[in-house]
């Protein structure tokens, strides 16, 4: 957890321009960059496109081929997992625990970082499946740009709470929050 500040971030919000993705302060124009992400989360920022699939068609046989396990919701064709289940499944791990349940407890893991710290939605309860593919091969993770991904983000939810009739606000704020201490 993290301690946000909201009302730094709506103050943010409201200086956000949508049309030149830049913040309007009073030390001029700025914005958050591809090299804040990388300075702030170590993330690469350049490699392969972070993208997936919106509609998975097996979900429950990607979850069991890369979770090793897979949530029971009632609807077998779900497209997000609940932090609660990660939780749930992958909080602890048996002392002798084979290099496949290691694997698997890893990527629960960065799905975690990924929906709930680098690119979480607005409702912060869920990761979308998505982003499980990506982890198939834990060596190439750090093949992806997932600064690109986090800032694309950041950007979209911006604009989009920018409209009058939005209550809340998803994307990287931790970001937000510590680059603006910088500014």
Not at 161 to 178: A, E, H
């Given at each position: ?55 998975i ?36 791990l ?9 694997m ?29 593919p ?11 740009s997932w ?37």
């Amino acid at each position: 957890m993290f301690d946000l500040r909201y009302d730094l971030i709506f103050a943010l919000v409201e200086r956000w321009s949508p049309e030149t993705h830049t913040f309007y302060l009073l030390c001029g124009e700025c914005t958050v960059t591809l090299e804040d992400v990388a300075l702030h989360f170590g993330l690469p920022i350049d490699g392969n496109v972070v993208t997936g699939v919106s509609a998975i068609a097996e979900p429950a046989a990607l979850c069991c081929s890369l979770l090793g396990a897979s949530p029971d919701d009632d609807e077998s064709n779900f497209s997000e997992l609940k932090f609660t289940w990660l939780k749930a499944n992958f909080e602890h791990l048996l002392v002798n625990a084979t290099e496949e349940e290691l694997m698997c407890a890893a990527r629960a893991y960065i799905m975690h970082i990924i929906g709930g710290v680098l690119m979480p939605n607005s409702n912060n309860n869920k990761v979308h499946l998505q982003y499980l593919p990506l982890l198939a091969y834990l060596s190439n993770v750090r093949s992806y740009s997932w600064g690109s991904a986090v800032l694309a983000m950041l950007y979209r939810e911006l604009c989009r709470t920018t409209k009058p009739d939005t209550v809340d606000i998803g994307g990287c704020l931790v970001l937000l929050q510590s680059w603006v201490g910088k500014v």
